[in-house]
Each structure stands twice: as C-alpha cells, then as structure tokens.
C-alpha cells in the first residue's frame, strides 16, 4: 500500500486527513508486518490510531488557532510516538536515524505541505527498502 495519494490532501480538507490517517496506519502495519517477516521484533503501532490526535489535527487546520493545551498534547504525543516509530524502521533496516517527524505547526499551511511531502518520500524509502511500495 502506498501512502502518496492520501499524502497529497489540501490544506485544511477534513475528510482527506481522515483518509491520511486510517492509510496512514495501514501502512505502518504494514511495514511492521514485513520487518517480522524479516526477523524484526513487531513495533508500537497502535498510537498511531488516535482519534484524539486526528481530533486536534483538525481542530488546529481548520480553526487557524494555536489549540488548546489538551489538543497540543494529543498533537505532540503523536507526532512524537510517529517520530519515534520511524526511528526504530530505519534502524531495523540498518539506516541509522530517520528524518525529525517529531515537530510541526498545524497551523501554518506551508509547514504541513514540507512535513507531508518528506514524510511521503520516507514512506516511499521504506516501501521500497521492504518490496511493499
């Protein structure tokens, strides 16, 4: 499965983030999946199937207002257990550290662009790196 298509959503489009997110999740199920296959130990991937996390995201996208503290951690922890989750593919796959997913303001349109487009091309290393893109 490949992440592309979802990654490519407007700023600000509800329902193209919900796509993002359940794709999303799928297919870091999916890269856990072949990483076993390969004799990797299974990763934490059920964070990333946060309805609190998608909640804020929308909330920050479409309110153009900094969220609230209780969104601003679910925002964070996501984004933090996401970075965390690709720090552990890539050292599985012997890559060393993967790029900082860990930081990102949902309220400016530019910063979600760069953050989306990187995250994908990751996505892509990985599928590929796995035969699953």
Do not use: C
């Not at 509800?14 to 993002?20: A, E, H, P, S, V």
């Not at 257990?81 to 720090?87: K, M, S, V, Y």
């Not at 060393?96 to 530019?110: H, V, W």
Request: net charge negative; charged share 20%; proline share 2%.
């Amino acid at each position: 499965m490949n992440i592309d298509a979802v990654s490519n959503m407007r700023y600000g489009d509800i329902t193209g983030l919900r796509d993002f997110f359940l794709v999303h999740w799928m297919v870091h199920l999916e890269i856990d999946a072949a990483l076993v296959k390969k004799g990797s130990a299974s990763l934490p991937n059920a964070a990333l199937d946060s309805e609190a996390a998608l909640s804020a995201w929308v909330g920050a996208m479409t309110s153009g207002k900094n969220p609230t503290d209780d969104d601003f951690i679910a925002i964070m922890d996501w984004l933090q257990l996401h970075a965390n989750l690709h720090d552990m593919e890539y050292s599985a796959l012997g890559y060393g550290d993967a790029p900082d997913f860990s930081e990102l303001d949902l309220t400016n349109s530019n910063e979600f662009y760069t953050w989306m487009f990187a995250h994908a091309a990751v996505h892509d290393l990985l599928g590929q790196a796995l035969s699953i893109s």
